[in-house]
Nanobody, 121 residues
Framework: QVQLVESGGGLVQPGGSLRLSCAASGSIFSINVMGWYRQAPGKERELVATITSGGTTNYADSVKGRFTISRDNAKTTVYLQMDSLNPEDTAVYYC???????????????WGQGTQVTVSS
């Protein structure tokens, strides 16, 4: 029904930057929230940042001031600009979309396949 294609992960040195992208497509009627989560080895998946259809953003305390979430004008692609990266940011980053699909009534949640971000010297 809904496909999420992520890109932009990789290996970066401490202090460096990366930009993640996630494009949503498929039978989407309306997108309510787009966001990014991450999961480090041995840890639970945690929220990184979200952006609502109205443009309201929310960030985990650990990334405030370093990461910026944004989206394109069509509101179907979400970006995560990550600056001042440190080794604690190493994780698999997952795109998440909360939307109503065509013909649907209730909100559904979809996940991307994940993209690895490794911060290491």
């Amino acid at each position: 029904q809904v496909q999420l294609v992520e890109s932009g992960g990789g290996l970066v040195q401490p202090g460096g930057s990366l930009r993640l992208s996630c494009a949503a497509s498929g039978s989407i009627f309306s997108i309510n929230v787009m966001g990014w989560y991450r999961q480090a080895p041995g840890k639970e998946r945690e929220l990184v940042a979200t952006i609502t259809s109205g443009g309201t953003t929310n960030y985990a305390d650990s990334v405030k001031g370093r990461f910026t979430i944004s989206r394109d004008n069509a509101k179907t692609t979400v970006y995560l600009q990550m600056d001042s990266l440190n080794p604690e940011d190493t994780a698999v980053y997952y795109c998440n979309v909360r939307c109503v699909v065509r013909g649907g009534i209730y909100e559904s949640r979809f996940w991307g396949q994940g993209t690895q971000v490794t911060v290491s010297s």
